[in-house]
Structure formats: C-alpha cells, structure tokens
C-alpha cells in the first residue's frame, strides 16, 4: 500500500455531469465505493436515515446477502418493499456555514437499492450523480482542504495497529528522488503522490482514536480504572486504588505492576531510584497528573528497569506514602536505600512508610532503617544555581572582572564538592570547616556568609543523604540517571505526542506496549542475544584486569582451598582476598574485599577469577558481566 501511495498521483477526473445508473454485486459495493472516492479524491457520506433499523437491515444484507422471509410473512410496504436501501452525499454536500466552511452545497452522490420486485436480489441498483459542484475533485485547493480518502485512513489505521508512529510512517511514505526532482522541475504541482497529502496531524488523530478504543473501558475515568484494576489482576498482576478525598477533594492514586516486576523488584530493589514525571496524561477533570516509578537496576541486563508505577493527580505526600505502603504491607517489599531528587514531599513519605518509630507517624521521629539518598545531579545543579545569585561582589569594592566572579565561584563549587567527596564524616566535617571559613575570610569582597547561610539552612541537615561520607553499598549509583532515562525513553518512544490523553490510555501504554517490551528485552539478554550492559565503575574494574598480561593475572591466583579461591590485592599485595564461590551451581557468590562490600557488585579479583577460569562460571553476574565484556573485546 506505501508503494501504492507513493506512486500513485493525484488526478482530476473528467467531471461528467450525466446522471447513470448501473447494476453492482452486492460483494463488490463496498469496494466500489472506495473506488469511486479514490478516482474523485473525496469521501462519500452514508445520509441515509436510521429510523426503523434501515442502516441495521442494510448492514445484515451487505454481510449475508437476501434472506427469504418465513412462510406466511406479508411482504412490506412503503420503505419495508425495500431489501436494501441508501443514500451517499459528497463530503463537501450540505449549504456552506460561513466564509471557511467546507460545505458548499455539492449535488455527487449516488441512491443504491434492492427491492422485492427485483430478479436477482444480489445485485445493487445505484443512480449515480457524477458531477461535483462547487469544487473541483483532484484540485490542489481540493485535496488540501479536504479530508484524506476513504483507503487512505484505512492504511493509516492499519499502521497504527501495528504500534508505529508518525515517525516510523513518514519514513514508509518518503519519495524517491527523481520523482522530487522531476515535480520540482516541471512545476506542475496539480498532480502530486497521494502520500504528500498524510501529514502528522492525521497518523496522531489515528492513533488518539486506537488507544482510546483499546484503553477506555468505561466512559466514566474512574470506573474504567477499576475495569483496568480487574484485567491486571487477571494477567497475574497487582494494582491498588484509592481515593484521597480526606485530603484533597478529587485527589486519587493508581499504582499498579506485573508478578515478573515485583519478582525482579525484590531480587534487585536493594536500592531503588523514586522519582515522577508531568505531562504525561490528564485526570477527569482535565488536570495533569503524574507519573512515580520505582526504577533499579537489573543485574541481569545491567539497565535500570522501572519495576511499579503510580499515577496521581497531587503532588502531595499521601499518594506515595499509601503507594509505598502498600508494596510494604501487601507484598513485603523494604528497600535498604532509595535515590531521590532533592525532595522534601519524597523525603517525608518515605520516612512515614519505613522509617517511624512504633510506625507512631505522630511523633514526627524516624529511623534511618531504609537510607534516603539524594542524587548528587540535582545538588550540584541547586548549588552552582545558588552560587550565582549568593556569591556576589559587594557593592562597596571595585568592581569585579568576568574572570575574577568565575574563579571566586570555581573555589565555591570546589570547596562544597570536597564535603560530597569526604569518605567519612571525620572528614566531613573538616571539609565543612574549610568551606565556612573560606566564607568568612572574603567577607569584605564578597557575600560568603549569604552562601553559607543557604548551605546550612538548604543541605546542612540532609548531609547524610548526600554526602559520600555516609554511603554505603550505594551500587556506585549517586544519581537518579536510571530513571531520568527511563522518562526519556517512554516520552520520546511511547508518548511522543500523547501526553493529554486520559489515566487510562497511559495505563494501557504501560501494561500493554512498555511493559511486554521491558519483557523481551530481558529475554533477549537471559538468551544471549543481547550482552549486558556495563557501569561505569565494572568497566574500570574490567579494565584493570584487561592491562594484566597471562603471567601477571596467574600470578594474582594465590591458591584455592573448597570453595575458596585467594587472591592478591591490586593495591597492596601484602593482602589477599577471599573470592567465595558455590561448587555446586558452580558460579562465584563474594569477595572480602571493601569493594564488594561496601557496592555488592562485582569486583576487580571475581573478574580475575572469571578471566583465569577458576572455576568456569557462567550463571551469576560476574560472569555474565566478564565473559560478555570479553567477548566485547575480542570482537573490537
């Protein structure tokens, strides 16, 4: 069909205006139809009146053709002597309604029948009217004006079906050169490809009535949730919804996940990242609403994957306190830490999920059993934002050159980043010294104590969320990156222009299109089609290993003992390290080292263990992870 449209011109038909009647099968009306709109490159409307069931009766006969009444039956009368009987009008037909109307009182259009009288009741009668008045069919001024042909739409639709998008259809329907260049050079630009006249506002009007045929399954928004509720349910997922009126009047939550999430959610969420995102989709009242995810990283595929979703209308506490809440009480799921964006609304449910004492919320004290992590991204784009504006000359010195405010504020940003940096608190705390005396000692040129008194008052108390000094076992994750990819991808892949839809279309794009993608993907890398995908930290970590020669690795290998396999420090080869592995299921478990400790992820001596083959490994990460970075490289 892409071929058809793009090869096949726009033509203006002679424009007979000689009335003709001609006989039809009744299995090739509807093709026939179809023709004459693409012959006059308009559509023809059904006008026929739906009293007494017509258009119902018309249908039947079209689909099952002449059906003898029962012995006994009176034949009809009036319209009933009629077997099949109705009426099409040109788009254009009907009187124009105002200056831009697209009426303009076009005569086309054609009465086809069939009535008891007739020999053979599978053919259609059709009274023809050819002539097109008040606009000429095929014209530039015609076709721009017009609606798209009636085969069009359906090869649109039909795209649509098939999960593409205006992007993947524009490329299907480009021209070729030389049919460009030989239009761009004869200037004649009344007959042109029937694909020029698709444009985005048509694939996006097709996709918008596709997802709400397949999302919308119950006028009323709320109750088609609950209807979405019951069909997760039914394809072994969970879901739970609630209306907040107590709070906030129309406020609600929808959260929702697969069995294969909440699996993957407990194997992985040791650490998770939590964040939202707007625009996505509108409530019943046409609000935003927004999107939470919890997202962690598989150590299987190596990627952040988002594991449970949650929409809601409010930006308050409550609908991811009940949120939370519910994953802890209904599927006992605890994270140890979770990255957020510096959030104070976050912070609080978070802490009145897991972190009260005698889960009394009223006592305003909390416990750090779950860690709140800040992604260090967004305290570095509050502090270089605030330096700008706290770290200025006063008005009474001479004034300050551009380089003189850009090293004063370099010196700033360096001193605030040795407190992220700082690996213990100790240190800390003499870093922070550093930083409020440097404040104090260009009090006389510049606004120092302002910046501090915006540090202490901003960051100060939250410095063991983001300083480096009190992470442990962070997976060397410090920024919420997993899940701001995650929101790029489904914004540019999944809702590229759909962001005004219903809670319930983004429902059905999660659980129907996202979802089985996030599947296959996981697949493919469980299959060994797809290699996993490396950190940062794991390809430094492969890296030294990869400088070693033969000689040099072997060398590392200290001796072996069970399921014990030592191996000698990178750093300081007085040490040795134990890498524990299962002699069993055969794949490498630990290793004493402060690395794997403090990471839980693979270290420098399990790679070695891999590379030496000491045991062949092929089952757990640091096997997957080594043997496919290998692989990487002998490929390269």
Not at 473 to 479: A, E, I, Q
Not at 508 to 521: A, C, F, N, T
Not at 528 to 536: P, T
Request: hydrophobic fraction near 35%; aromatic fraction near 10%.
């Amino acid at each position: 069909m892409e071929n058809y449209l793009t090869t096949t011109f726009i033509t203006r038909p002679e424009n007979d205006g000689t009335p003709i009647t001609l006989t039809i099968p009744r299995l090739e009306y509807r093709d026939w139809i179809k023709d004459q709109e693409a012959i006059y490159n308009c559509r023809f409307y059904n006008k026929t009146k739906s009293d007494g069931g017509r258009r119902l009766k018309n249908n039947e006969y079209l689909e099952h053709g002449y059906i003898h009444p029962p012995p006994g039956q009176k034949r009809g009368r009036g319209n009933e002597s009629f077997i099949f009987n109705e009426r099409f009008a040109c788009q254009r037909s009907g009187p124009p309604r105002g200056e831009k109307s697209f009426c303009c009182n076009c005569q086309a259009g054609f009465t086809a029948f069939v009535n008891n009288n007739s020999v053979d009741k599978n053919m259609i009668t059709v009274q023809y009217r050819r002539k097109h008045t008040g606009h000429e069919p095929g014209s530039n001024i015609d076709t721009t004006s017009g609606t798209l042909p009636r085969f069009v739409m359906e090869f649109i639709q039909a795209q649509v079906e098939k999960s593409l998008t205006w992007r993947n259809i524009k490329h299907m329907l480009r021209l070729d050169k030389d049919v460009l260049e030989n239009i761009l050079d004869s200037e004649d630009y009344d007959q042109l490809p029937q694909s020029v006249r698709i444009d985005y506002h048509h694939v996006y009007y097709v996709m918008k009535i596709h997802l709400r045929r397949q999302s919308q399954l119950h006028p009323s928004m709320a109750n088609s949730l609950m209807k979405w509720g019951t069909k997760i349910q039914h394809e072994r997922g969970y879901f739970a919804s609630k209306n907040l009126d107590r709070y906030e009047e129309g406020m609600f939550f929808f959260a929702f996940m697969s069995q294969w999430q909440l699996k993957l959610l407990k194997e992985n969420g040791d650490l998770v990242c939590l964040d939202s995102t707007h625009k996505t989709c509108v409530d019943g009242t046409n609000h935003d609403c927004y999107l939470y995810t919890l997202v962690a990283r598989c150590r299987i595929t190596g990627k952040g994957k988002p594991l449970t979703w949650m929409i809601t209308n409010s930006q308050a506490q409550y609908p991811i306190l009940y949120w939370l809440q519910w994953l802890k009480d209904e599927h006992g799921y605890i994270p140890s830490r979770v990255m957020i964006d510096d959030s104070d609304t976050e912070i609080a449910a978070i802490n009145k999920a897991y972190n009260t004492v005698n889960d009394d919320v009223s006592s305003g004290t909390y416990t750090d059993n779950v860690k709140i992590l800040i992604c260090h991204w967004h305290v570095l784009r509050a502090w270089k934002k605030n330096i700008l504006t706290k770290l200025t000359a006063k008005p009474s010195t001479p004034s300050k050159t551009l380089k003189e405010k850009r090293e004063m504020r370099e010196v700033a940003l360096s001193l605030m980043m040795n407190m992220m940096r700082a690996e213990t608190p100790v240190d800390f705390d003499l870093e922070l010294e550093k930083f409020e005396t440097w404040c104090i000692d260009v009090d006389e040129e510049w606004d120092g104590p302002e910046l501090y008194q915006y540090f202490e008052r901003e960051f100060l108390r939250k410095r063991e969320k983001w300083s480096q000094a009190w992470r442990n076992r962070h997976h060397h994750v410090n920024t919420n990156n997993y899940i701001e990819t995650w929101h790029r991808q489904l914004k540019e892949v999944y809702l590229p222009s759909l962001r005004r839809q219903r809670v319930d279309v983004l429902v059905y794009i999660l659980w129907s299109l996202v979802l089985p993608d996030l599947m296959q993907d996981h697949l493919c890398t469980v299959a060994k089609f797809r290699l996993r995908r490396m950190n940062k930290a794991e390809r430094t970590r492969l890296a030294r290993v990869n400088e070693l020669n033969e000689e040099e690795a072997a060398a590392r290998i200290v001796s072996q003992h069970g399921n014990i396999i030592k191996v000698l420090s990178f750093t300081d080869e007085s040490i040795t390290y134990d890498v524990l592995f299962d002699v069993d299921d055969d794949y490498i478990i630990s290793c004493t080292c402060p690395d794997n400790e403090a990471n839980d992820s693979p270290c420098k001596h399990m790679y070695l263990v891999v590379q030496q083959q000491i045991p062949i490994i092929q089952t757990e990460e640091a096997s997957r992870v080594a043997s496919q970075a290998l692989l990487n490289e002998a490929m390269e």
